[in-house]
């Protein structure tokens, strides 16, 4: 499977590495805009965290605070995938070829 190397998303792009990482599955770091992501991953592991890290990239480049907004506006801030999704055809299938 090709691996990704970034993702682009509004008028940002993030960085990927794969790399060992001992105590969480990725790490997003919104100051550098930089994700590692642990290269032992089995594919399941792998297209959930892809999806958790898109969510937290989601909500820190739209300056939301999840808890905070409330239900409605985290439904809204969801409908960003498809904008995530339109900017990356090689993370769309990326992600599909995890199922
Ligand atoms: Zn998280």
């Known amino acids: 499977m090709q691996k ?9 792009k993030i960085k990927i590495y794969w790399c060992k990482l001992n105590d969480c599955f990725a790490v997003y770091d919104p100051n550098y805009y930089t994700l590692h992501i642990r290269n032992d991953l089995n594919n399941k592991d792998l297209a959930k965290t892809i999806y958790h890290e898109l969510w937290h990239i989601i909500a820190v480049i739209n300056k939301k605070e999840i ?10 801030l969801a409908e960003e995938f498809y904008t995530l999704f339109k900017q990356n055809p090689k993370l769309r299938k990326f992600l599909n070829d995890l199922y």
């Open 4 to 12: 990704i190397h970034q993702i682009k998303y509004k008028n940002k």
């Open 67 to 76: 808890i905070k907004i409330g239900e409605e506006k985290t439904a809204e």
